[in-house]
């Protein structure tokens, strides 16, 4: 089997895959040959890029962790990739927002990597690549809660790499900085807000002020390095967390 179809016969879940880098992966990791599962909350967005990528989706509410409790994946890649964002002063946040971001982007990956993790051990094989964020690594304010779920996925993604290197399973993290999608696009109007300026200057003071290249990633150049991890070339890299960042976080 040659390395540009390395996923044949295996199958890829990705969350959060309706639209932006989830749906780049789900694109990515089907064109390396694995059968897609496209998971999103939206049923009509799982459609449309299950059947761009001949996969299938699973329409699922990852904010309703007990639901998951039980759950048994069948799955050889599992793509953790499902976020929301909410952008406000620590002392002005809604509680619950706080713990429906812990929810959707920490306890359901963790409650996805425990459904998946014993079949991927029957077979000896398995990868996780879990999307953090360069606020995996550092912080912004006004982002506690997006902030503190992303610090502890990088945990939980090296104590899986731990427990699941002697089975054949890796776990990494990729962090990107700013990347073009729908979730970014809707943080600007807050991001004004809450620094008082002009929407059309958002960009330029704040996301990208941090970055040596002043630019956003585009949800394909993420979705490269995820099906990297999954590839050949990568079965020791693990526990680690690899950053898109445009040279954010050496500062």
Not at 30 to 42: E, K, L, N, P
Not at 80 to 99: H, L, M, T
């Amino acid at each position: 089997m040659s390395d540009e179809k390395h996923l044949t016969g295996r199958r890829a879940l990705v969350t959060g895959a309706g639209s932006g880098i989830g749906a780049a992966c789900a694109a990515a990791l089907a064109a390396r040959g694995a059968h897609v599962v496209v998971a999103d909350v939206d049923a009509d967005a799982a459609a449309r890029v299950a059947d761009q990528v001949g996969g299938e989706a699973w329409v699922v509410d990852l904010s309703d962790t007990t639901a998951l409790d039980d759950l048994v994946l069948d799955v050889d890649v599992l793509v953790n990739n499902a976020g929301i964002q909410r952008v406000s002063p620590i002392e002005k946040f809604d509680p619950e927002a706080f713990r429906l971001i812990q929810r959707v982007m920490l306890e359901a990956p963790f409650l996805l990597v425990r459904a998946a993790l014993p079949r991927m051990y029957e077979r000896g094989w398995g990868r996780i690549v879990n999307v953090s964020s360069v606020h995996g690594l550092v912080a912004s304010p006004f982002k506690s809660a997006y902030v503190a779920a992303k610090h502890g996925l990088e945990g939980l993604s090296k104590v899986t790499a731990l427990e699941g290197g002697p089975h054949g399973v890796t776990s990494t993290c990729v962090n990107p900085g700013y990347v073009r999608t729908p979730l970014v696009e809707k943080q600007i109007a807050d991001q004004a807000r809450v620094h008082q300026i002009p929407e059309d200057e958002v960009l330029e003071k704040v996301l990208l002020t941090e970055s040596a290249i002043k630019r956003l990633a585009e949800p394909a150049e993420i979705a490269d390095l995820v099906t990297w991890l999954t590839g050949p070339s990568a079965s020791l890299v693990t526990g680690g967390s690899w950053t898109v960042d445009g040279g954010w976080s050496a500062r």
